[in-house]
């Protein structure tokens, strides 16, 4: 008699625990879109030159200068410089895709930057891996109307290690 209630607590433990992990699986893959957040790109309006910063990263000699500091935290930055062309359809399509800069060990810190940005169309891309392990990619111009910063085709991609991540957090 002990032996059956072992076995059946043993099965429901199993199961409870399988249905504790599926349903897990199903929160974070639903809202994978719900977890991440937009990037604070700030003008750098300051008296004080941007090299004398402690997180700056220059890749360009002339060019807009901007603030990029995220809630999460971010592990590394690459920029890229991209050239768009248009279709057939009028979209613009991506044609190629140079790295020009990278920086890591960025944290909950703010990350200064200068480079030369495009103006209409987009010819910065940066890409971000989040402290979570995510990878956020977006592209960035200038307004050649009122010099604001644009930031546009922003994609989250949850990689499986962050999605391990947001399984055991």
């Not at 220059?58 to 410089?81: A, H, P, Q, R, T």
């Not at 790295?99 to 495009?118: A, H, M, V, W, Y």
Request: glycine share 4%; charged share 25%.
């Amino acid at each position: 008699m002990w032996d059956t209630i072992s076995n059946v607590s043993s099965i429901v433990t199993c199961v409870a625990f399988l249905l504790y992990l599926t349903g897990h699986i199903w929160v974070v893959s639903k809202s994978k879109r719900t977890i991440y957040e937009k990037f604070t790109v700030i003008p750098y309006d300051s008296e004080t030159d941007i090299e004398d910063e402690d997180n700056c990263l220059i890749v360009d000699d002339m060019g807009c200068e901007f603030v990029l500091k995220s809630e999460y935290g971010i592990s590394s930055v690459n920029i890229y410089k991209v050239n768009y062309d248009f279709d057939s359809a009028g979209t613009l399509e991506l044609k190629s895709r140079e790295l020009r800069s990278s920086f890591s060990g960025l944290q909950q810190e703010k990350l200064f930057i200068r480079c030369d940005l495009g103006e209409f169309v987009p010819t910065t891309q940066f890409e971000i891996e989040r402290s979570d392990y995510a990878i956020i990619t977006f592209d960035i111009y200038e307004s050649g109307k009122n010099g604001h910063i644009i930031v546009c085709n922003y994609k989250y991609k949850m990689t499986p290690k962050s999605f391990l991540y947001h399984l055991c957090v």
